[in-house]
């Protein structure tokens, strides 16, 4: 048994092997892109580490793409030969068990096996980063929340996952609308450890959701080091500064980030699809042209139709399918969702049902200019928009796109009271996004000479 960086035993036996295995842990903390690599060598030096097959599954599965299940059943299997032939932790082997349930379609329950993991070894970082990823994916940001919460007491100041706790604990207080805390805890996680790039994000979505665009781009000015060694997620971290210069009204800069960085690379992640298809969005209903940029995306798009692993990922794809106008694929991606909104209960397919099948036939709407049917749907999948997933900043594309359909179909007093909302979950502030669709409603109220009629 070796022990790791967080102070947990691990069924190990070479020093190696767990020099390595803490290059992933404290690697996937920090979202770097060389965690594949440390978890290669720690598979090569043990292949029969039972854990390490069980994470590769999780991180397989975390990736949302179909073809990256078979690599994850093949490393449960794995796991399970490797428990098989070496007795393993309790602690061990609930991992393989989250692992097993996530495969299963049932992420609920795996995030109840971490959760169980954490009751006996709260300082266990591993599991609780799993457990925040994996509720992320579910939309449960309370959940995210409560479970930082019951374990913050026991990680000591000087405890080495203790930054990256912070980090995750500034998401879910940002996501549960603390936004004056989560900056605190941002920050502190930055100043514990310089390459927490999450806790960096999070005071970006603080800034995002209290509607101060410049404050946002001073907190990344001079930071670009606590998220250049990341994997993907770096795009996303370039994606908060170009909302940043969106609401500023600074298209240039915008246009700039897409092209050099947030698409520098062509990759088909549906996490930078959806930066991508979700800011075209936002520049689109701005009424920049954005060029022939939507046509790589929808290629992509367009060979992801079956893939229906996430929700979030579909609507994505739906985005880049109806921007590039391709009426085929987006109908097949259509048909696929309501296929499986109708299979045996399941994390996926309840997601899929509620609120994916209403989004979806909302954006083809729109997609095809028919705004009062888009407004109808998007609307109706409004409420449960959360379950897809995701952050407020990320679904706040398809709230703008069911505000401006609404706009478009003239059920102003609906838009305004979707703007309330909004603005109250802004704490009462509001981005020049809204200010716009505000002046817009009231320019269309005194050319009609109607009011607004008072809510009930």
Same mark, same amino acid.
């Given at each position: 048994? +070796?022990?790791?960086?967080?102070? +947990? ?11 390595? @295995? ?25 292949? /029969? ?34 428990? $098989? ?23 609920? =329950? ?28 579910? #939309?449960?940001?309370? #959940? ?22 912070? #980090? ?22 930055? @100043? ?5 790039? @999450? ?16 404050? #946002?781009?001073? @907190? ?29 009204? +600074? ?19 549906? =996490?930078? !699809? ?7 969005? =936002? ?7 954005? /060029?022939? %940029? ?63 099948? $209403?989004?979806? !036939? ?16 998007? $609307? ?8 897809? /997933? ?20 003239? %059920? ?32 269309? =109220? ?11």
């Amino acid at each position: 048994m +070796q022990q790791d960086v967080f102070g +947990q035993m691990n069924t190990l036996t070479h020093p190696d092997s767990a020099e390595a @295995w803490n290059g992933v842990l404290l690697g996937f903390m920090a979202h770097a892109a060389v965690t594949p690599q440390h978890l290669g060598k720690v598979l090569e030096l043990e292949p /029969g580490f039972a854990l390490g097959h069980a994470i590769k599954g999780l991180f397989m599965v975390l990736l949302g793409r179909r073809e990256m299940m078979e690599v994850a059943h093949q490393a449960a299997a794995a796991a399970r030969s490797a428990a $098989a032939e070496q007795p393993i932790s309790a602690r061990e082997t609930l991992y393989v068990e989250a692992l097993d349930h996530w495969l299963a379609g049932q992420p609920t =329950r795996a995030v109840q096996t971490f959760e169980a993991i954490l009751r006996t070894h709260p300082e266990d970082t591993l599991a609780m980063k799993l457990s925040h990823a994996t509720r992320f994916v579910l #939309g449960d940001s309370a #959940g995210m929340r409560r479970s930082i919460e019951r374990v913050l007491p026991a990680y000591a100041p000087d405890h080495p996952g203790r930054g990256y706790l912070l #980090g995750c604990h500034s998401f879910a207080l940002e996501e549960t609308g603390a936004y004056e805390k989560a900056e605190i805890a941002g920050r502190q996680a930055l @100043w514990m450890v310089s390459d927490d790039a @999450w806790g960096l994000h999070a005071v970006a979505h603080v800034h995002e959701m209290t509607g101060n665009a410049q404050s #946002g781009l001073d @907190w990344l000015a001079g930071r670009e080091a606590a998220w250049s060694h990341c994997n993907n997620f770096r795009y996303h971290v370039w994606w908060h500064k170009a909302l940043m210069h969106l609401d500023l009204g +600074q298209i240039d800069q915008v246009l700039n980030l897409y092209d050099h960085e947030i698409r520098q690379d062509k990759t088909d992640d549906y =996490r930078d !699809i959806s930066n991508a298809t979700s800011l075209l969005s =936002r520049l689109e209903l701005e009424g920049v042209d954005i /060029g022939t %940029r939507w046509e790589e995306l929808a290629d992509l798009s367009a060979a992801r139709t079956e893939d229906g692993c996430l929700i979030f990922a579909d609507l994505h794809y739906l985005l880049a399918l109806t921007g590039d106008n391709r009426p085929d694929s987006t109908a097949k991606l259509l048909a696929r969702i309501h296929k499986d909104s109708q299979q045996p209960a399941t994390d996926t397919a309840r997601r899929m049902a509620d609120p994916g099948l $209403a989004a979806a !036939i909302g954006l083809e709407a729109f997609g095809k200019g028919d705004h009062l049917q888009a407004f109808e749907h998007l $609307a109706n999948a409004r409420n449960s928009m959360q379950l897809a /997933g995701g952050s407020h900043a990320q679904r706040d594309v398809f709230e703008r796109i069911t505000i401006d359909s609404g706009l478009r179909a003239g %059920r102003l007093d609906d838009v305004e009271r979707i703007l309330d909302d909004r603005k109250a979950k802004r704490t009462g502030t509001e981005d020049n996004y809204a200010l716009a669709r505000r002046a817009l409603i009231s320019s269309a =109220r005194d050319q009609s000479g109607v009011q607004s009629v008072p809510a009930e």
